[in-house]
């Protein structure tokens, strides 16, 4: 049981350089999320997908793009990473209303 | 949209002890209400969850009790273990989407 897959683990990357974090589910869920994790601040949902094709901001979109390429795979996009936008990041999918099943996460530093 | 309260951590308990998290939260409406783990180094994962008034979620010796009145969800557990030790997060959901809390701490010592 795969659940959902996020690559890279880990990322250092140099100020307004850009990169792409994947992820991958296999439960066959319709909606899926990014959020990132900042201490003392819990989860905030940046992008999220109800349906494949649909895509919409969440608390904090500034800085990112996303992409539902099919319903499996929904990739987020920093085009010129910022020191603010180092993180945790954890994608995560479910069934409307249903439990959300979480990635084991990216820890993103912006240098 | 809703608003989460929980209680600040750290919570440093002996093993043994009994574990109390508040939460409070503001909806519109009547949201299912969950609550996450997270171990150290892992992705949130799924505790226990209840999805209408009076309902009490439980997992792993964990309760949680769905107070409408007081929109409230308490997390508790009667007699902690050292591998309790995680942070946990109250969440409801609004419109299948989940407003997370700041998280709360807990340390279990031998």
């Known amino acids: 049981n795969a659940g959902v897959t996020q690559t890279p683990k880990f990322q250092v990357l140099k100020t307004g350089q850009s990169m792409t974090l994947q992820c991958a589910q296999d439960m066959n869920h319709n909606s899926m999320y990014w959020y990132r994790q900042d201490p003392g601040m819990g989860l905030r949902l940046i992008y999220y997908s109800a349906s494949e094709g649909t895509t919409d901001k969440g608390e904090v979109p500034n800085g990112y793009n996303v992409s539902r390429l099919n319903k499996r795979e929904f990739s987020l996009r920093l085009e010129s990473a910022a020191p603010s936008q180092t993180s945790v990041y954890f994608c995560?999918?479910?069934?409307?209303?249903?439990?959300?099943?979480f990635g084991s996460g990216t820890r993103l530093t912006v240098v | 949209g809703n608003s989460v309260t929980q209680m600040e951590g750290p919570v440093t308990l002996s093993e043994e002890a009994f574990l109390t998290i508040n939460c409070t939260y503001t909806a519109t409406g009547y949201p299912s209400l969950f609550w996450y783990v997270q171990y150290p180094g892992e992705g949130l994962q799924l505790l226990l969850k209840a999805t209408k008034a009076d309902d009490k979620g439980s997992n792993k010796g964990f309760e949680a009790t769905y107070r409408k009145e007081t929109t409230s969800f308490h997390l508790e557990k009667g007699s902690v273990q050292v591998s309790d030790s995680a942070v946990y997060f109250c969440a409801p959901d609004s419109w299948g989407k989940l407003q997370f809390g700041a998280g709360t701490q807990v340390v279990v010592t031998p």
């Open positions: 995560a999918s479910s069934e409307l209303e249903g439990a959300v099943t």
